[in-house]
């Protein structure tokens, strides 16, 4: 963590206040806090440091090495199979990319902030979400009833564009009729993609996704990236290439011309889930994010949790045995946990490094890790809402999320949407989402590391600062900033032919693999389902 005192420019050196030739400038002094998510513990298992000696043996029968949503969910189904003698190391961050954080009573997310209702082939979701209460009726039905205060209520979702705010993420105010005509001609194809299925008789693009279609005809959609499928297809719109980019840049953390068309496509034809109470394809979210809902499934579980993080593990006699440390202010501690079972709930760019001889799974980090996008996550504690731009006619009022037609920026999430007060809060809390898509991935962690924190801030608010200009700095009482320099695999082209992803995927023995990794691509229900069944696998 650093924290520092520094200025923040509030407006353009050289811009003009509105009716005078006077330059204007503001200065507010904020005292900021940027988290390196993993950086101490990453660069101690990469510069191998030498250890202590463990200061304990701790025995269990299975132990769980990673608390992201995968070793959460693996918890919690080892609970509902009648394990009880489980322990979770944590890694670096408790919830991984699903962490939170609060200024005093404003929850906010530091990672993931929704999650899609989960359409019928998602049973071990809709199972989650039914144990926990957040689905209240007919959990398996076509159309389930959800708790309402987690479906996200309008208004959802906005654009400016054009120096204006409109509805909806896709451009369309001032667009050419033929660039709309290409719009609805694209996402007529969306709703035909969603009902195909392959001649195996299975779903083209469903979650889990190894329950999607092998047919050949749609697995030939990972050779091309998504650009080259949309210009096949005589896709011309610089608007519908800005969106399908900008889901990309989203979901996947890189620009659509690095993403497999596969795994583009999937973005938007497996979310079609339903509800009773809701609209076709409505989301959950929570103010702190998915921390909540995974924070719901820990006390589910009622799982020991200890801090640490795992730097070997490998096979024993008995089972398997895992050497652990922690961090305190530079100083390292170890200790031994000795397990029947072993879950490897972490990335596998991590288990490359801790997991002895992993290459006998037929995983060879050279050739079948993948790149992983960074990402950063700034929360802007707000003393009061900054005053919206008016511009158009009816312009839509601040919505959930709101984006910036522009790169690399993702927009903002409105913490404070769901609250159901009668008055809005006097505070709220903006949070902004950074893909350094805009650069390569080593180049964007190096540049992470090594930026002023002056520097991480301006990036981090230059869509608010579009958004609202100079008036957005008084309205900031504080700042946290989260770097995740590996926030999520991408999904290259190919990346559905990983024979090192599929070696490991059909690991079932002392040690088991559980993480959105094992799919090429970090989203909820993939890291649920690899927990689901490691949890299945250990119980045995």
């Not at 101490?40 to 990673?66: K, M, Y």
């Not at 001609?185 to 009902?195: H, I, T």
């Not at 230059?462 to 008084?474: C, H, I, N, R, V």
Request: charged share 20%; proline share 6%.
């Amino acid at each position: 963590m650093l924290r520092r005192s520094f200025l923040v420019w509030a407006g353009a050196s050289g811009l003009t206040a509105a009716g005078s030739g006077l330059a204007f400038q503001r200065w507010q002094e904020i005292t900021p806090t940027v988290h390196y998510v993993g950086r101490d513990e990453g660069h101690f298992l990469r510069d191998r440091h030498a250890l202590p000696p463990p200061s304990q043996v701790i025995h269990t029968d299975i132990a769980i090495l990673g608390s992201g949503v995968a070793g959460l969910t693996a918890a919690w189904k080892l609970k509902k199979l009648g394990k009880r003698d489980v322990l979770m190391i944590d890694g670096p961050q408790p919830y991984g990319n699903a962490a939170g954080g609060a200024f005093g009573e404003y929850a906010y997310p530091t990672g993931a902030h929704y999650l899609p209702l989960p359409s019928p082939e998602s049973v071990h979701v809709r199972e989650i979400l039914a144990d926990l209460g957040i689905i209240q009726k007919d959990a398996f039905a076509e159309k389930p009833y959800y708790d309402e205060r987690f479906i996200l209520h309008a208004p959802e979702e906005r654009l400016l564009f054009n120096g204006h705010w409109q509805d909806g993420f896709i451009p369309t105010e001032g667009v050419p009729q033929w660039e709309l005509d290409e719009h609805k001609r694209f996402f007529d194809e969306v709703q035909r993609l969603r009902q195909l299925r392959g001649a195996d008789g299975r779903r083209v693009f469903v979650f889990p996704t190894v329950m999607s279609s092998e047919d050949p005809q749609w697995q030939a959609l990972d050779d091309i990236s998504l650009k080259q499928w949309m210009e096949r297809n005589g896709y011309k719109s610089p608007t519908l290439h800005w969106y399908l980019n900008y889901c990309c840049r989203d979901d996947y953390g890189t620009r659509y011309d690095q993403v497999s068309a596969w795994a583009g496509l999937h973005y938007y034809c497996s979310r079609w889930g339903q509800a009773a109470n809701a609209g076709n394809g409505a989301w959950l979210t929570w103010p702190g994010g998915l921390q909540p809902l995974v924070a719901g499934m820990e006390r589910a579980a009622a799982i020991q949790r200890m801090a640490g993080t795992v730097v070997s593990l490998k096979k024993t006699a008995d089972g398997v045995e895992a050497l652990c440390f922690k961090l305190e202010n530079g100083k390292a501690t170890s200790y031994l946990v000795r397990a029947r079972k072993a879950i490897c709930a972490m990335p596998t760019y991590v288990a490359a490094r801790v997991v002895e001889n992993i290459g006998d799974y037929g995983f060879d980090a050279s050739k079948h890790a993948p790149e992983y996008a960074p990402w950063m996550v700034a929360n802007f504690l707000l003393k009061r809402f900054p005053e919206e731009l008016q511009g158009g006619a009816n312009p839509p009022p601040l919505c959930w999320d709101n984006v910036v037609y522009s790169e690399p920026g993702l927009g903002f999430v409105v913490s404070t949407h769901q609250d159901i007060r009668q008055q809005p809060p006097q505070k709220t809390v903006f949070s902004a989402y950074v893909a350094l898509s805009d650069r390569k991935a080593s180049t964007a962690r190096h540049w992470m590391a090594s930026a002023r924190p002056e520097e991480l801030l301006a990036l981090a608010s230059a869509d608010l600062k579009t958004a609202y200009g100079a008036q957005f700095a008084s309205c900031v009482e504080r700042v946290d900033i989260t770097l995740r320099g590996h926030a999520m695999a991408v999904p290259w082209p190919h990346f559905r032919s990983n024979a090192g992803m599929k070696a490991l995927r059909e690991v079932d023995g002392p040690i088991l693999f559980a993480h959105a990794d094992l799919s090429g691509f970090s989203v909820f229900e993939e890291a649920a389902w690899w927990g689901y069944r490691a949890a299945e696998l250990a119980a045995k």
